[in-house]
């Protein structure tokens, strides 16, 4: 039975947790709040750079000697796989969720007698992956100091994946990712951009877009615009993670200050009760006492 | 009949530009100007450093842009690009800095003939830029 004053110590450091968890749930939400709107405005980038690889990779004709960052090497031998968690913890099942995910792909690269390579982006990723995969972890890069997301950091990114790729150090390249659904679900993703895997045409309308100009020839702007593409899917999956990465913090922090919450109240009843029963105690002795004389 | 089409440049921050009065746009693509009117045929071509001029009803606007791709298709240019500014908010500072860096990476002598072509280009635009 702890003590009385133990118990009051105890409420009131729960109560102060409870404060610094409501104040990171307001800092995430304001910060999901940014997060979310940047993830809106680089979608058109993205999208349009999808659409113009779309219209070109429909016009290449002669598939043999299309730039290999599109076909691939031919090979499945070394995977590289890109691994993007946050820098920091205290966010829920954030980082667990992409590493999960990650491991499984790992283990099966693994059993499938093949290389595997990883870049982990994001300290926590290469805190939780380098116990058990540390001699496949080729690079480790932290974006700690930029404040914010920004295209820079995603392009070196991508130029050390091309500088990789033109060196033949890999054959297929996944990156992970968690895909921002809505605050409560961020769904762990896993996306091959090399080679650029070719979407289900679900959207035909192949006849009518094969009429372009281009200028240069076709090769050349692919080869030109891939590279901008893996940096371009880097920096989209940079963007869904930060969102994802505050809308999970939030959710996880409003947890955190209601389980708090309930803490208190049981400890409140719990000091109310052991006071009472004291006063009850002190009462008794005395009129026990009072009645012996 | 109205001769004016659509503008979007972007960049992978944010929609920079959207216009929808335009009635020419002059882009420096790789193997040269291209001046773009309505009803261009469509057209996908490549950026090289230089000033993208759009002139639409009203005004006259000029941007720097070092790289990116255009698109043209039913009436509307895309520009993707990754580094633009709008020559009014030209910072000084920055243009000297990329100009001594560009002339730093020209000075080295592992880059082919067509860096050095493209390097030197741009520290061409870039000291037209400062200069005004």
Same mark, same amino acid.
């Given at each position: 039975?702890?003590?009385?004053?133990?118990?009051?110590?105890?409420?009131?450091?729960?109560?102060?947790?409870?404060?610094?968890?409501?104040?990171?749930?307001?800092?995430?939400?304001?910060? %999901?709040?940014k997060?979310?709107?940047?993830?809106?405005?680089?979608?058109?980038?993205?999208e349009?750079?999808?659409?113009?690889?779309?219209?070109?990779?429909?016009?290449?004709?002669?598939?043999?000697?299309?730039?290999? %960052?599109?076909?691939?090497?031919?090979?499945?031998?070394?995977?590289?796989?890109?691994?993007?968690?946050?820098?920091?913890?205290?966010?829920?099942?954030?980082?667990?969720?992409?590493?999960?995910?990650?491991?499984?792909?790992?283990?099966?690269?693994?059993?499938?007698?093949?290389?595997?390579?990883?870049?982990?982006?994001?300290?926590?990723?290469?805190?939780?992956?380098?116990?058990q995969?540390?001699?496949?972890?080729?690079?480790?890069?932290?974006?700690?100091?930029?404040?914010?997301?920004n295209?820079?950091?995603?392009?070196?990114?991508?130029?050390i994946?091309?500088?990789?790729?033109?060196?033949?150090?890999?054959?297929?390249?996944?990156?992970?990712?968690?895909?921002?659904?809505?605050?409560?679900?961020?769904?762990?993703?896993?996306?091959?951009?090399?080679?650029l895997?070719?979407?289900?045409?679900?959207?035909?309308?192949?006849?009518?877009?094969?009429?372009?100009?281009?200028?240069?020839?076709?090769?050349?702007?692919l080869?030109?615009?891939?590279?901008?593409?893996?940096?371009?899917?880097?920096?989209k999956?940079? %963007?869904?993670?930060?969102?994802?990465?505050?809308?999970?913090?939030?959710?996880?922090?409003?947890?955190?200050?209601?389980?708090?919450?309930? %803490?208190?109240?049981?400890?409140?009843?719990?000091?109310?009760?052991s006071?009472?029963?004291?006063?009850?105690?002190?009462?008794?002795?005395?009129?026990?006492?009072?009645?012996?004389? | 009949?109205?001769?004016?089409?659509?503008?979007?440049? !972007?960049?992978?921050?944010?929609?920079?530009?959207?216009?929808?009065?335009?009635?020419?746009?002059?882009?420096?693509? !790789?193997?040269?100007?291209?001046?773009?009117?309505?009803?261009?045929?469509?057209?996908?071509?490549?950026?090289?450093?230089?000033?993208?001029?759009?002139?639409?009803?009203?005004?006259?606007?000029?941007?720097?842009?070092?790289?990116?791709?255009?698109?043209?298709?039913?009436n509307?240019?895309?520009?993707?690009?990754?580094?633009?500014?709008?020559?009014?908010?030209?910072?000084?500072?920055?243009?000297?800095?990329?100009?001594?860096?560009?002339?730093?990476?020209?000075?080295?002598?592992?880059?082919?003939?067509?860096?050095?072509?493209?390097?030197?280009?741009?520290?061409?635009?870039?000291?037209?830029?400062?200069?005004?």
């Open positions: 039975m702890p003590s009385l004053d133990d118990l009051r110590k105890r409420i009131t450091s729960v109560k102060s947790t409870q404060k610094i968890t409501k104040a990171m749930k307001m800092v995430a939400a304001a910060k %999901l709040r997060a979310q709107e940047n993830a809106e405005k680089g979608r058109p980038y993205s349009k750079m999808n659409n113009v690889i779309l219209n070109l990779s429909k016009s290449i004709t002669d598939k043999e000697n299309a730039p290999k %960052l599109l076909v691939g090497t031919g090979e499945e031998k070394v995977h590289l796989c890109i691994v993007l968690t946050a820098d920091r913890g205290l966010c829920g099942g954030f980082n667990t969720n992409i590493i999960k995910k990650a491991k499984s792909y790992f283990e099966k690269i693994i059993s499938e007698n093949k290389t595997l390579k990883i870049i982990t982006v994001g300290s926590k990723g290469y805190d939780q992956l380098k116990r995969y540390k001699s496949y972890i080729v690079e480790n890069i932290s974006f700690k100091e930029s404040k914010n997301i295209y820079f950091d995603a392009d070196k990114v991508g130029k994946i091309i500088e990789k790729f033109e060196k033949n150090e890999f054959d297929v390249c996944a990156i992970f990712y968690n895909k921002f659904k809505n605050v409560i679900t961020q769904i762990p993703q896993e996306q091959q951009i090399v080679p895997n070719e979407d289900k045409d679900d959207k035909d309308d192949s006849g009518k877009d094969n009429d372009y100009e281009f200028e240069p020839d076709e090769d050349e702007i080869s030109n615009l891939l590279p901008k593409n893996i940096s371009t899917q880097i920096f999956a940079m %963007l869904e993670n930060s969102a994802s990465e505050q809308g999970s913090r939030m959710t996880a922090m409003d947890n955190a200050t209601r389980n708090a919450g309930e %803490l208190v109240d049981r400890l409140t009843i719990e000091y109310n009760r006071r009472q029963a004291a006063i009850t105690k002190e009462l008794i002795e005395i009129i026990s006492g009072a009645e012996s004389l | 009949m109205s001769n004016l089409f659509n503008i979007d440049i !972007v960049n992978p921050e944010q929609s920079f530009l959207s216009k929808d009065n335009v009635f020419e746009v002059l882009i420096p693509a !790789v193997e040269g100007e291209i001046g773009i009117l309505k009803d261009h045929i469509p057209i996908i071509s490549f950026l090289k450093p230089g000033i993208i001029r759009v002139f639409s009803e009203s005004e006259e606007q000029s941007f720097y842009v070092e790289d990116g791709i255009v698109e043209f298709k039913d509307t240019l895309s520009v993707l690009t990754s580094s633009i500014f709008d020559l009014k908010d030209a910072d000084k500072n920055f243009v000297s800095e990329s100009i001594s860096s560009a002339e730093a990476e020209l000075s080295k002598d592992n880059i082919d003939d067509q860096k050095r072509f493209l390097l030197n280009h741009k520290v061409e635009v870039l000291k037209s830029i400062s200069i005004n």
